[in-house]
């Protein structure tokens, strides 16, 4: 998963240079699931967001293992 948000954000960061992408991984995690649907997801997760906002600013995405069978992002 960290992977993943790594890859979308520095992919969506180079569109937007004004904005600030800001990872915080705190576990390694293994997700299954169908990769280019959640490569989709978090790209438009990402770009949803710099749309958002005024032409700068920061976001914050992180990752946190709540169990073995859960992982909150």
């Known amino acids: ?8 954000a ?3 960061g180079n569109l937007y240079p004004d904005i600030t ?7 390694v995690s293994t997700i ?3 990769e280019d649907k959640m490569k989709r997801v978090i790209h438009n997760l990402f770009s949803n ?3 958002a906002m005024q032409q700068t600013g ?3 995405l992180g990752t946190k293992k709540i169990d ?3 992982v909150h992002c």
């Open 49 to 51: 967001s710099c749309d």
């Open 68 to 70: 073995n069978n859960t």
């Open 1 to 8: 998963m960290g992977d993943l948000l790594s890859q979308q």
């Open 58 to 60: 920061t976001i914050e």
């Open 21 to 27: 992408i800001n990872l915080n991984i705190y576990t």
């Open 10 to 12: 520095e992919f969506v």
């Open 32 to 34: 299954f699931g169908h």
